[in-house]
């Protein structure tokens, strides 16, 4: 019987890329292209496994679980949670690595003095929707995971704003107040004069090893997945 062909969607470009990327070369799974580096898609030369590398964006990697494009993918678990319900149920995590760190977070401008904690964030809004008759904006790329920290901290009177690009320069140029975003240093966020509130902290995350659960059981998937969380 032939060996199934596992198809392994990894980030493109980005923080995830290099480890990932090095979890393989350390298994002595040598990821190769016809293309050269730029290609977008690889395969691994192995006596033991017949695997098809994809390079996607580090979302696309969780959607290509979903939709049976792939049987393994390494992203982030921001990326997981912030997913459709209907894709996180058929997805399994199956182990955190460590590596691709970084937080998910609420942040006001460094000029907010009077903003420090949720429950100034909540009075606010308030007081924004009172005066200004209008609610407080928060720009973000999360507005799934935000609106879900917002509920938990009894925060209303906000409108969530998607960002589609450079999400810190959001208040600077007047699409929002507020920014939720990933940071793993905060340094961006500070040259943006941008601050964190206290209590603002929405998500921790770092990169999993994910496989679609309609894979889990297959024998050769299971196989590669131990080899490469060791």
């Known amino acids: 019987m ?19 990327m090095n979890i393989f070369k350390k298994k002595k799974l040598k ?8 290609d977008l898609i690889g395969y691994v030369k ?16 969780i959607d290509a679980l979903a939709n049976g494009t792939a049987d393994i993918s390494i992203s982030g678990i921001d990326l997981l949670n912030e997913s459709n319900p209907s894709i996180q149920r058929q997805i399994k995590l199956y182990k955190r ?11 006001c401008p460094t000029m907010f003095i009077d903003c420090q904690t949720m429950l100034d964030v909540s009075e606010i809004a308030t007081e924004f929707i009172k005066h200004k008759k209008e609610p407080l904006k928060i720009g973000t ?6 609106k879900l920290f917002l509920i938990k901290k009894n925060v ?16 600077r140029i007047g699409q929002s107040s507020l920014v939720a975003d990933i940071t793993s240093t905060g340094f961006t966020l500070a040259a943006n004069n941008l601050r964190i509130i206290q209590d603002g902290l929405i998500l921790e995350s770092s990169a999993a090893l994910m496989v679609a659960k309609k894979s ?12 490469l969380s060791k």
Request: aromatic content about 6%; hydrophobic content about 40%; charged content about 30%.
């Open 31 to 38: 990821i190769l292209s016809v293309k050269g580096e730029r």
């Open 2 to 20: 032939k060996n199934k062909v596992i198809t392994v969607c990894l980030a493109a470009k980005g923080r995830l890329r290099p480890e990932s």
């Open 97 to 107: 690595l460590n590596f691709g760190f970084a937080n998910l977070v609420l942040a």
């Open 216 to 227: 889990y059981k297959e024998k050769e998937v299971l196989k590669l997945l131990k080899l």
């Open 46 to 61: 192995s006596k033991k496994f017949k695997i098809k590398v994809l390079f996607l964006h580090a979302r696309e990697c």
């Open 156 to 171: 209303k009177h906000v409108e969530i704003i998607n960002s589609k690009g450079s999400t810190e320069i959001m208040p």
């Open 141 to 146: 790329k999360y507005p799934r995971l935000l």
